[in-house]
């Protein structure tokens, strides 16, 4: 038998048989729009009879250049049986039928073919349709319309051509609107239409209705080799191999007087979620002329007024099309002489608000699951929700006004709207009359109260995961850091880009998702977490997804009593709180140094730092100890029964002293200038920050390395932290200490700290007399960590990755540079699939992580595995982390929503699997 | 029955049945000097008779602290059969038997129990003693001797209660010698002797022989827990369980008169090599005195005069014992009354000289096979040969006197006496009157002129891969880095320790085999490799047996043809030339950025890098153009028939400009000054480079990364290399050229560059009408280029591992600061058991060359790969690229020779093993 290239819309079964069963397959066979037309037919929706030519008669054509054998015949057999179904023959002259042509690939896809109407009309039938319809100006306008459409579409006439005869007609017969046009002038216009398309292709518009078919059929073919669709697919990776499907179908029109109309409508609310039809219907009108917004369309309730039939059938199909596809549908319909007919129903595109009300209410109304409702969200929707936007009218009325200032890099999303400042303590101080934004070419630990004060944070320099922009998250203010083409003049208290100037106090706006600032107040929306229900009731679902053990691929999960969870970074009992109000089940990075920058600290961390001997060292660590201890205190408090990972002195020490390059010009002016009072002593202080200064910084003294050389300083933080939790337990609170050590590399240097330390917490307990529940483990950020995991496992209890680092050494890239020299251009060339920074390198990075869990948890199977680096919010690191059988996620308060949807999600894809 | 634990000499027999016929089994149970008498005795040599407590009564000694059962009978049993073999009696007065008592593990070991000689004296067998040889001194000098040496060693009396004794008697009797001292005199020490023991123990010494000899076995066995031993056996890792052998063996007497006499000698000269019998022997003496120097020992070939049947004989033995144990022995004897005793053999040390001489020797001879004879020397041993060296004694009388200045990393080995200067310019502008040293707190490129004038290099930064390091060792010039006790003081041309000054021209001496420097000028030795005959002989059996394909692990090699072979990095023809004469059979690494240093093109380099357009940066190219051909047109004539790597361009441009801080000091001068004639020009400079500026440079803008960001350069030097290969080649002359693409992370980056690159290179030999043999490559040195090696070897056809960054970026440690700020420290606690960056660390750095390399060979199976880091030259590192399959080595051409040993040891002791 020959291949079925052909089927009818009533034909779904023989389709379903063909493919072997698989709705899927189905829509790879026909198309998305074909399959939509095909299923509504089969659950008896009023569709109009039409066919489909597969996507398999495509790829054929695009193999040999001609229709595959018995393509066309059968075309011609689906033809005359829809004449049968409509009662019209086409190419008839008195009672003709006309069809329509649209392309129709398993995904919608830019630059496939556009519709052609109206196919059929010729010189001939065009007289028929007057006569039938007992409207002369109708049928000439359709004719008209079909020449211009085929011309455009299938023959490639520029559209300028008959754009330009149909205002010279306008303007010879002195009107303005095409419905002023009258049948004559149409008639006219059809001539002249004729006259183009000969002057173009050299060839009559072709008369034969047949013809008309047939190359409109080729002309979808060829489309799918079309510059912006081969593009498109490969930008998206679908295979060119795919092809699309040519849906034939009866047309109907709208635009046949007061008991006829056209509308377009979603099932809901796409932009609230509302369980409410809502859409946009025009009486008397065909779909193009809502489109085109000549007449001003009504809501479609309206309606209900105009065709009450129509309208309550219309609202029984959308409720039956919800009901059968399972989710909001975008549906286009026709009612032509009071009859209502479908013309297209796919799924609704939709807002973040909507979609989450949506998939919340589906399931409570028991339309889908809860599973299903969770992989109906995206994670941008969540984060979208959660942070500040503006009004994207406003944007585009911006842009266009031209105070776009810069674009960067999109480090922390939300809109913040603030005068800018170009200094911490300026910014500070003005953030107590109003709104700020700090602009700086990048910032450094000692910025933080400044970004703190700030609504926003802008940088000129540094990418994804500098330090704006990891401080910028971690508050949850918006950021666009390295937006290179600011020049700012930290002298002058302003910037500039070309000839825009922005002085100190003037306003600007920074949308931190797209990574535009904007020069002026642009307004914004912001929501509240605790008013989202349906947020939190979908979240809830996340998490027992989540938690459920089963979820984890086989193999990859050590633990029997439940699933990843998603925890923290926090360092403030403030940050700790916002955390667990957003589901966080625990702190997973904590980090200490923060504290150290506190104005009223600083001075006695530097003093601790230039101690000559161990004596004068403690003596100022002692000092710190009863605020470090506080710091603690509140932090506990504020996750009582939950886990909370605090994370001994990371950077190295010269981070906490002054700028060397500052020093060292105010001592060279000084030596200059022949000024002697306190020169000893600056120099005295820069020789000692000389001392202290590295090449490499990154790959330095610090994390355990520091703690190996200068123990004191992790001896005085462990003692705080069990302290603090001493005291907290004794309040009747239950603290879950882990303290982790950073920067391991070796086993040895855990065997020569973590007893230490392990020392000093019993002391401490035993000082106290009480016995508190804890932990030692240490972040894995050195690829040596990761592959020497199962000795590394034999000390620590719990592992966590710092993937920020982990990703610099991995990839030898600086994270402070590699972004603004080399990075965020190798993601444009596509060098790079992603920033690395952002989202975990599986191959590369995430295979280090992979092989770390594996032997990590050979050498100890009850081994707590956990991430705090930046990747903790990503989805598909995320994703990534419960396929290699991570515990928990940590990341920002902010992104704790995001990451239990996506947790979930991760669950939901790979349940069961391998 | 009854476990054996005493052994006679002659049941050599037994205890190679007991242990099952092993004779490294047979050396754990009798100890490495009791195995000797064991074996000698079998051979039939004169071994004067004796048993050995076996280790494993020292052991379950150890376990209960009492003798095991049946020990100390046995020990009795074997007694009494020496005094049948002897005819003398243990304890009789008038025929005494007299033993000697020595400890003997399995390995040498200090801090294990001296010798007890005489045993079996007492107050009643003294007397016979004297009676039976005729000599009351003798007799009472023996017995003072037993009683002072069991005083010490079994009864733990400090040294200082005989000596001060025995000075008080001679200082009384007014004699200075001991032998001056009479009989009397001695019977009078004697007595004294005991009362000491008996004041420092509460008891008498003892008078029962078989007490003796039960305590001293039992100190024997106690001494294996001694501190010292403990502790060597804890840095060696020699199990603790291991246990001593006690050796009881018949005393017998050089001091009998002139028929006797007492020496030690080598089979060979342990100094050169020489076949020829080396020793020392004294007539009418004791063992004792040859060591303690009392009289001037003779060469012991005097002997041949003096006792001329037992010389003869001694010369056969000696025969015979090189010939049974196939190696160079080191030996003990005794004369007594012409009879000769054999008291110990083993195998002798010898110098780095005569460990090579009498190893191609003894193979030669046909004593031992090629492939013993290159396991007989240590790659130290070769390069101990090819550098310059101190004179020991010099060297111990400097530190002696104070002149030792300070030590630190010993970079590069060999001695250099030069006149100190503290900067390049001055360094080498001073070498053209007299050998100079440069000194610096650390090099930098523009450095290099001055390290390639001075004989050697210090520095007090820096670690054993800085800057000064890595080119001092490429250019074989002994240095010292990282001498932190020295302060530089740059502006007053002087460096000081403490009170210690070295002002700009003094002499200074510097060891860097050791890490010494030392003030003054110091004698040194120098070697010169065409004239190393048996080294040059040693290393062509090396380059056999290492190209043997079967010498590779099973499936670790893919190359049927050939093992592991020695390249070498070098720079510039005279490199390349001299490492061919090492026996280098390609070059690894010519690292290109060097030429860009050179005085003449520094300027061009640098206006490139400021370039504002594309067409400026490549006129200042195509200036560079032709002295990079002219670079590479030597190498390749040097190298004719041999691979040439050459790599692309690597570090970041910043490296090439001014320095920056100098350039500020200047400015902000000029600035405070008021002048601003040529202000402007330093001011845009100052900004350009700060523009440069990374805070991690070594993970930052270079290698690959550079070249994708500015691929002019990159171009320009594949157009040299190409066209130098074809001028070469039609000058008659075979290049094959390797072109080396740096810092690969993902193989996106070579998809970018390489095709590019080939195009070049056919376009330039298209235009030159020669074809050349070529390769394109990449080196792997980014741990994410090791895992995703599969990838990268579809586009590279060689990998050569660049373990310096590789060690760098896997460990996180920067090499500019680690090994000053923590490094050393950890390598002295034992956190690393060594410097990573000297030697590959197999368990991570090493475990990810596995992966790429076995990854790699997956994609492509002909994939040649190597190494070109500074772990090429370690002989540790080279065993390790043996095992992963690594096609060569490549190391500094000085390093050849080792590396040349190392890789035959590597394919030796490896050989057929998976």
Chains 1, 2 share one sequence.
């Not at 509504?40 to 597969?54: C, D, E, K, N, Q």
């Not at 000549?294 to 309206?302: A, E, F, G, L, N």
Request: proline residues 5%; aromatic residues 8%; hydrophobic residues 40%.
């Amino acid at each position: 038998m020959s291949t079925k290239w052909v089927y009818l819309f009533t034909e779904v079964a023989q389709a379903e048989k063909y493919v072997g069963g698989k709705w899927d397959d189905v829509r790879a066979l026909l198309g998305g729009k074909g399959s939509g037309l095909f299923e509504m037919t089969r659950i008896g929706l009023p569709v109009s009879p039409g066919f489909t030519v597969t996507t398999e008669a495509c790829s054929a054509y695009m193999n040999t250049g001609k229709f595959p054998a018995g393509m066309w015949e059968q075309e011609l057999a689906a033809l005359s049986e829809v004449e049968k179904l409509t009662g019209k023959k086409y190419g008839d002259s008195m009672n003709p039928l006309l069809v329509s042509c649209r392309s129709g690939a398993k995904f919608s896809m830019p630059g496939m073919m556009d519709t052609v109407l109206n196919i059929g009309l010729t010189d001939v039938t065009v007289a028929g349709m007057a006569e039938l319809t007992q409207n002369t100006r109708f049928a000439w306008d359709a004719y008209r319309r079909l020449i211009e459409g085929f011309g455009k579409v299938v023959l490639d006439i520029p559209d300028e051509a008959f754009e330009h005869a149909l205002d010279h007609l306008k303007e010879k017969v002195g009107v303005k609107a095409d419905v002023d046009l009258t049948a004559e002038h149409l008639k006219t216009l059809a001539a002249e239409f004729k006259a183009i398309v000969r002057k173009h292709t050299g060839r009559d518009f072709p008369q034969d209705p047949l013809d008309q078919l047939r190359m409109a059929t080729e002309a979808v073919f060829k489309s799918w080799n079309g510059k912006r669709a081969v593009d498109y697919r490969r930008h998206e990776g679908i295979p060119d191999t795919l092809g699309t499907a040519v849906n034939i179908q009866t047309m109907v029109f709208g635009n046949m007087g007061s008991t006829s109309g056209t509308g377009v409508a979603f099932t809901r609310n796409p932009a609230t979620g509302e369980k409410k039809i809502y859409g946009e219907y025009l009486i008397n009108a065909q779909g193009e002329d809502v489109v085109a917004g000549i007449r001003t369309p009504q809501k479609v309730d309206v309606m209900a007024k105009d065709l009450p039939e129509a309208y309550q059938q219309f609202v029984e199909i959308c409720g039956i099309l919800e009901k059968h596809n399972k989710d909001m549908q975008d549906v286009e319909f026709t009612v032509e002489h009071s009859k209502l007919w479908m013309l297209q129903t796919r799924t609704g595109k939709r807002t973040s608000a909507a979609a989450i009300k949506i998939a919340v209410d589906m399931a409570n109304e028991g339309l889908i699951s809860k599973t299903t409702a969770l992989t109906r969200v995206r994670p941008e929707d969540v984060n979208t929700l959660l942070h500040p936007q503006f009004n994207l009218e406003a944007k585009a009325k911006a842009a266009a006004e031209g105070k776009l200032l810069a674009k960067g890099v999109n480090a922390s999303p939300g809109a913040a709207v603030g005068r800018a400042y170009f200094d911490a303590d300026t910014a500070e101080a003005k953030a107590k009359e109003g709104p700020v934004v700090m602009v700086r070419p990048f910032t450094k630990p000692d910025d933080v109260h400044g970004m703190i004060a700030a609504k926003g944070i802008l940088t000129s320099e540094g990418g994804a995961t500098s330090h704006a922009a990891v401080v910028a998250r971690q508050f949850g203010k918006p950021c666009v850091v390295g937006a290179g083409a600011i020049k700012i003049d930290l002298a002058a208290r302003r910037m500039s880009v070309g000839d825009v100037v922005v002085k100190e106090g003037d306003w600007i706006s920074v949308d931190g998702g797209t990574g535009e600032a904007f020069v002026g107040q642009m307004p914004t929306v912001a929501p509240n977490f605790e008013e989202q229900g349906d947020l939190i009731t979908l979240l809830q679902w996340a998490d027992e997804i989540a938690a459920e053990p089963g979820s984890r691929p086989a193999g990859k999960n050590n633990s029997p009593t439940r699933g990843m969870q998603v925890w923290a970074n926090a360092d403030y009992p403030a940050d700790a709180r916002r955390a667990r109000g957003f589901g966080a089940r625990g702190i997973g990075l904590c980090r200490t140094e923060h504290m150290f920058f506190e104005q009223e600290r600083l001075p006695i961390v530097q003093r601790m730092i230039l101690s000559k001997t161990s004596e004068e060292r403690t003596a100022a660590l002692d000092e710190l100890l009863p605020y470090q201890r506080g710091d603690f205190d509140g932090l506990f408090e504020a996750m009582t029964g939950l886990p909370v990972i605090i994370r001994l002195i990371d950077p190295p020490l010269h981070e906490f002293m002054p700028d060397e390059e500052k020093l060292l010009e105010e001592v060279i002016e000084m030596r200059v200038k022949g000024e002697t009072a306190g020169l000893a002593e600056k120099e005295s202080l820069l020789s000692a920050i000389r001392g202290m200064h590295e090449s490499n910084p990154m790959m330095g003294l610090r994390g355990i390395r520091l703690s190996i050389v200068m123990p004191e300083i992790v001896e005085m933080q462990v003692r705080a932290i069990f302290e603090a939790a001493c005291d907290v337990a004794r309040r009747g609170f239950e603290p879950h200490v882990e303290v982790m050590i950073p920067l391991t590399g070796t086993v040895n240097e855990l065997k020569v700290i973590q007893p230490k330390l392990e020392r000093i917490a019993k002391v401490v307990m035993e000082e106290k007399g009480v016995e508190v529940d804890y932990k030692f483990g240490t972040m894995i950020e050195i690829p040596r960590a990761a592959v020497t995991a199962a000795e590394i496992a034999g000390l620590a209890e719990f592992f966590s990755f710092g993937t920020n680092d982990l990703t610099q050494m991995t990839f030898g890239y600086s994270r402070d540079d590699a972004e603004r020299n080399f990075l965020l251009k190798y993601v444009e060339d596509g060098i790079l699939p992603f920033n690395p920074f952002q989202t975990i390198d599986r191959e590369g990075v995430g295979r280090l992580m992979d092989i770390c869990v594996e032997e990590g948890r050979t050498a100890r199977p009850t081994l707590e595995v956990g991430i705090c680096g930046e990747h903790g919010g990503d989805p598909s690191s995320i994703e990534w982390c419960h396929l290699i059988g991570n515990n928990y996620v940590s990341c920002s308060p902010f992104r704790v929503p995001v990451a239990r949807l996506a947790a979930a999600q991760a669950a939901i894809k790979h349940a069961g699997k391998k």
